[in-house]
Each structure stands twice: as structure tokens, then as C-alpha cells.
């Protein structure tokens, strides 16, 4: 089993969620880890974890990225980092994965599935092989205790409750 590193200047996790019930607000978490220790040409069997700086979340809005740290809905003050371990990885066709595991938001743990494509290899101009995955799941805040909204005075929410999670990852060889 190979161990990798995480090429954090080349991965990224982001999100986005309904605003207002039309419009769509993106996000990232600049801020984590991501640890894998397998066979990159084939996940099953792989140990995958990640370890996210809620701190760091940051939507192009400083208001929104505070009021995101607030009690009202990630609380980082009391809940710092979200975790995601892997518990099961299923291939489902050449390169593709479902990889389901816990993930903990706030104090909440509950499965969740990210379909998951294995981007390939390839050198980059220092020699150092990397290989690259892409990852995207979604879930419902509520589900984690995230649930403060604001009633719209023409009816539904500010903020919709299905949050699209999106993972694009750079690795390399641990040496």
C-alpha cells in the first residue's frame, strides 16, 4: 500500500447551496488534510480520511463567512473541523467509486457517499509522479444540525437545505 501526500496547492473543497430558493452561492474550506493509503489505480481496500478547517471557510463575503462561523450554523468556536472517514469503497465501473463513510459536522456524525473518479498520473516538471481524484456527494444540513433559515416575503427560504459537496484532489507519493 502506497502512502500519499496531499498537494494542497492543486486540490480543493468546495461547495454550494441555494440561495433565495433560485440563485446558487458557492463556497470552499481553504484550509485541510487529506490523508490515502492504497493503490491509486484502484481504491478498494484504500484507508480515506480528511480533516477540514471549518475557519477556513470562505464565500467571497466576509458577513456570510462570519455568520457561516456563528452559532447559527457551523458554531467553530465549539466544532472546528469536519471529519470524513471512508468505511467502504465500492468500484462501480473503470476508475469510478462509490466511497461511503462518516462524516462529522458539528457533533452530528452520518453516512454519506461521494461518487468518486480517478483522474490519472502523470509527472510534473519537478519528476514527482502525482495522481489526482475527483469526488462529489451531497447532503442536507439539517441533518447536522445546520438548520438556521429566514422565511422569504414571497414564500420558501433564504437558504436551501441540499449542500453539493465537491472534491478535486492532487496527491503524491509519501517518499
Do not use: C
Not at 17 to 29: A, I, L
Not at 40 to 51: M, N, P, R, W, Y
Not at 102 to 126: H, L, Q, R, S
Request: aromatic share 10%.
Amino acid at each position: 500500500m502506497t502512502k500519499f501526500n496531499l498537494d494542497a496547492a492543486h486540490s480543493s473543497i468546495d461547495f454550494s447551496v441555494k440561495h433565495m430558493m433560485v440563485s446558487k452561492v458557492k463556497g470552499s474550506f481553504t484550509n485541510f488534510s487529506a490523508d490515502l493509503e492504497g493503490n491509486a489505480e484502484d481504491l478498494t481496500g484504500a484507508t480515506i480520511s480528511f480533516d477540514i478547517d471549518v475557519n477556513s471557510v470562505t464565500t467571497n463575503n466576509e458577513d456570510r463567512d462570519n455568520h457561516l462561523r456563528s452559532a447559527d450554523f457551523f458554531d467553530t468556536e465549539k466544532y472546528p473541523n469536519i471529519k470524513f472517514v471512508a468505511t467502504d469503497i465500492k468500484k462501480t465501473d473503470d476508475g469510478e467509486y462509490d466511497v461511503t463513510g462518516d462524516i462529522t459536522i458539528k457533533d452530528v456524525t452520518k453516512p454519506v457517499t461521494f461518487k468518486a473518479e480517478y483522474g490519472g498520473k502523470g509527472t510534473n516538471p519537478w519528476g514527482v509522479e502525482v495522481v489526482a481524484f475527483s469526488a462529489d456527494a451531497k447532503l442536507n444540513r439539517k441533518d447536522f444540525g445546520l438548520v438556521w433559515n429566514q422565511a422569504l416575503e414571497t414564500g420558501g427560504v433564504l437558504v436551501g437545505e441540499d449542500i453539493k459537496i465537491s472534491v478535486e484532489l492532487q496527491l503524491n507519493p509519501a517518499q
